[in-house]
C-alpha cells in the first residue's frame, strides 16, 4: 500500500476533525459531527489493514470498506449544519470533494486488483 495514500487518508481525518471542531456541537450537528468523525477516520485505518498481508480477498475487503467509509463521510459531511457561515461552508465543499476523490482513488485501485 502507498505511503502517500495513507498519509492522505490521515491529513483528511484530521482535517474533518478541525472543520467539526468549528462547528455549532447543538442537538442536530451532534449526532452527523460524531459520525462523520467515525467515518473519515475509518477510511485510513481500514486502507492501513488492508496491507497487512492476509491474502488477496481480505485486501479487496478492506479497500472496499474504505471506500464505503469515504462514501459515508461524504454523507455525512452533506447533511452537517454550517449555519450559514460562509468560511465553514467552503471548508465543508472542499471536505466533499476530497472525499469523493478518495472514493475515486479507492475505486481505481479495486478495479486494479481485480
Known amino acids: 500500500m502507498s505511503k502517500q495514500l495513507e498519509e492522505r487518508f490521515s491529513t483528511y481525518a484530521i482535517d474533518v476533525r478541525d472543520f467539526?471542531?468549528?462547528l455549532k456541537w447543538?442537538?442536530?450537528n451532534i449526532q452527523y459531527i460524531r459520525q462523520v468523525i467515525r467515518s473519515s477516520g475509518s477510511i485510513g485505518?481500514?486502507?492501513?489493514?488492508?496491507s497487512d498481508d492476509l491474502g488477496k480477498l481480505d485486501e479487496k475487503m478492506k479497500i472496499k470498506i474504505s471506500r464505503r467509509e469515504a462514501k459515508e463521510t461524504v454523507y455525512w459531511l452533506g447533511l452537517v449544519l454550517t449555519y450559514d457561515n460562509l468560511d465553514l461552508t467552503d471548508k465543508q465543499t472542499k471536505l466533499i470533494d476530497e472525499g469523493n476523490q478518495i472514493r475515486k482513488i479507492l475505486s481505481a485501485i479495486l478495479n486494479k486488483l481485480n
Open 45 to 50: 485505518a481500514n486502507y492501513i489493514e488492508a
Open 26 to 28: 447543538d442537538v442536530i
Open 20 to 22: 467539526c471542531r468549528a
